[in-house]
């Protein structure tokens, strides 16, 4: 069974909500649309204190190519326009809705009714980028880059095969998982859209072995279709980044940056982002809302919600019986990459795949030593560098040699950090370093 061949982590799975079936998430009262909501320039607001709006009109369009519409999943009335704390913990410019009714816009298809491949034949790739553009749809996955720029390579570079991410890898999330299980004739139709869409006549549906159920699913699906092939991987961390899902699915390396996963060939698109397409393109939906892993050792009911954007976190977990006793912090995401939020009152975004609730006994970091030179970092390190020597730079703020060192290719996995023995915090050293480097690479560039 395939993997990918450089480092990489066995963190506990935890995968306690896997059997929870995605519920329909209650609709909040107030509605809160932060403007930042995917990699690239801020969207603008075109909606005005007092406007009324419906679900799935849009409220603010994209600030540039790469950026993202954003669409309103609620109707009612713009309260204001102001700012609000947002996963990042810093305050961002956005759009607040007080919500009243559920009025849709026209036109959008609410049906069950899978719409096929073949009931569009008329549809070009021209026309698929254009619909996934105008929906505003990112990657789900967490990186939330606009999902219509990675379909427009850059000049020269030329696709071969698309690869859909349904590793879900990240320990606790689920969100992926259960898509899988309930939706699994629209991800092999959305998987024919990017197929179509970026001229590849191969496609591969990438699953973790601890998912055989989701793997037999959508097998079973594909067997009907030509050129998509399910592709179990082993189980192993961080299988859900691109790099390393591209050397797993099709034994390609890709270089350092500014190289991209199509300079091998590869388009990747994570399960959620391909649903997301198959609803924007069949059932002219926009990205309003997404599926959300609710979880915790000691939450009373972890699950998975389909869930409005702009919904407060809050909301979802009390819908979980609320914040248990011994809660130490909630994390945005998993365990891994995902952040401490601040409060629980942040509004659930395009990136938003989960709230995990970590027990106070799980949630505090050991005491750091001093490092014993074993190296486990540089053995785990799926990207094939050195992050004892990355973090001693950060902390001599040697910039140069960081970027000598390669920073830059750094996924920010955590991998390092977990292994460590000695506790040291490599990757939050690591990753002022590396912000630090690419500030000054910007800089140098712009002159």
């Known amino acids: 069974m395939k993997t990918f061949r450089i480092g990489g982590v066995h963190p506990q799975a935890n995968k306690i909500s896997a059997d929870?079936?995605?519920?329909?998430?209650?609709?909040?009262?107030?509605?809160?649309?932060?403007?930042?909501?995917?990699?690239?320039?801020?969207?603008?607001?075109?909606?005005?204190?007092?406007?009324?709006?419906?679900?799935?009109?849009?409220?603010?369009?994209?600030?540039?190519?790469?950026?993202?519409?954003i669409f309103s999943s609620v109707s009612g009335t713009v309260q204001k326009i102001d700012t609000c704390i947002d996963a990042s913990g810093y305050d961002k410019p956005a759009i607040f809705i007080t919500v009243e009714g559920d009025e849709w816009m026209e036109g959008i298809d609410r049906s069950d009714e899978l719409v096929r491949i073949e009931d569009k034949p008329e549809l070009t790739s021209q026309e698929i980028v254009e619909k996934v553009k105008a929906a505003g749809i990112v990657g789900l996955g967490g990186a939330t880059f606009p999902c219509h720029v990675k379909l427009c390579p850059p000049p020269g570079s030329k696709p071969e095969c698309v690869i859909i991410n349904g590793v879900e890898c990240e320990p606790y999330l689920t969100a992926d998982h259960r898509l899988m299980l309930e939706h699994a004739d629209e991800i092999i139709v959305g998987t024919q859209l990017l197929m179509k869409a970026t001229g590849v006549n191969k496609g591969y549906i990438a699953i973790e072995n601890n998912k055989p159920d989701a793997i037999q699913l959508l097998q079973l699906k594909a067997m009907t279709t030509q050129n998509i092939e399910v592709v179990p991987l082993q189980i192993k961390y961080p299988q859900g980044g691109e790099k390393q899902l591209i050397d797993a699915v099709i034994r390609r390396q890709v270089p350092a940056p500014p190289a991209l996963p199509v300079s091998v060939g590869a388009i990747i698109q994570n399960v959620g982002t391909t649903f997301a397409v198959y609803q924007a393109v069949m059932k002219n939906k926009p990205l309003f809302e997404r599926i959300v892993t609710v979880t915790g050792?000691?939450?009373?009911?972890?699950?998975?919600?389909?869930?409005?954007?702009?919904t407060p976190m809050r909301q979802l977990i009390d819908a979980c019986g609320g914040l248990p006793e011994d809660t130490g912090k909630v994390i945005g995401g998993g365990p891994m990459m995902g952040k401490a939020l601040s409060n629980i009152d942040i509004p659930i975004c395009k990136g938003s795949s989960g709230i995990l609730i970590l027990r106070d006994e799980e949630s505090h970091r050991q005491p750091a030593d001093p490092?014993?030179?074993?190296?486990?970092?540089?053995?785990?390190?799926?990207?094939?560098?050195?992050?004892?020597?990355?973090?001693?730079?950060?902390?001599?703020?040697?910039?140069?040699?960081?970027?000598?060192?390669?920073?830059?290719?750094?996924?920010?996995?955590?991998?390092?950090?977990?292994?460590?023995?000695?506790?040291?915090?490599?990757?939050?050293?690591?990753?002022?370093?590396?912000?630090?480097?690419?500030?000054?690479?910007?800089?140098?560039?712009?002159?």
């Open 371 to 447: 490092c014993i030179r074993c190296a486990k970092c540089v053995s785990a390190c799926p990207m094939g560098l050195e992050p004892y020597l990355l973090s001693a730079c950060s902390e001599q703020k040697n910039w140069d040699k960081m970027e000598h060192e390669d920073v830059t290719s750094c996924i920010e996995c955590g991998s390092c950090q977990f292994t460590c023995p000695a506790h040291r915090p490599l990757l939050d050293l690591i990753r002022l370093g590396k912000s630090t480097v690419m500030g000054i690479i910007k800089a140098r560039n712009a002159k």
């Open 297 to 310: 050792k000691s939450l009373a009911y972890p699950s998975n919600f389909l869930a409005r954007l702009g």
């Open 20 to 69: 929870q079936p995605i519920k329909v998430a209650e609709l909040p009262q107030i509605a809160v649309f932060p403007l930042g909501q995917h990699i690239g320039a801020p969207a603008k607001a075109i909606v005005k204190k007092g406007d009324k709006v419906k679900v799935g009109q849009m409220i603010a369009e994209a600030g540039g190519f790469v950026s993202a519409h």
